[in-house]
């Protein structure tokens, strides 16, 4: 049984930080490519970070600068460490695991976890 549980969410005020972590179970952690997206009340869901099993990052030019995306293979964990937020940045935070393209695997979501930016 597969699956990716997030932590880490909750209330900051603006200026602040958060780390986000995602736990996954179940797959072959190092080949997929992780990634956090997240989603405002209203919207769409965003991209947000991605990292693949080597290490290539990319971001949202949004939080470029501000976030910074990484995994530990051997803890099958992805973090994102959040800093400067902005009260924009309010929004459930999911965690994704794109399989590698045509390997026939699945990709996966968690559950989401809160973050609020306010004063």
Not at 17 to 27: K, V, Y
Request: glycine share 12%; hydrophobic share 30%.
């Amino acid at each position: 049984q597969v699956q990716l549980v997030e932590s880490g969410g909750g209330l900051v005020q603006p200026g602040g930080s958060l780390r986000l972590s995602c736990a996954a179970s179940g797959i072959i952690f190092n080949i997929y490519t992780m990634g956090w997206y997240r989603q405002a009340p209203g919207k769409q869901r965003e991209l947000v970070a991605t990292i693949s099993g080597a290490g290539k990052t990319n971001y949202a030019d949004s939080v470029k600068g501000r976030f910074t995306i990484s995994r530990d293979n051997a803890k099958n964990t992805v973090y994102l460490q959040m800093n400067s937020l902005k009260p924009e940045d309010t929004a459930v935070y999911y965690c994704n695991g794109d399989s590698p393209p045509y390997s026939g695997l699945k990709d996966y979501w968690g559950q989401g976890t809160q973050v609020t930016v306010s004063s």
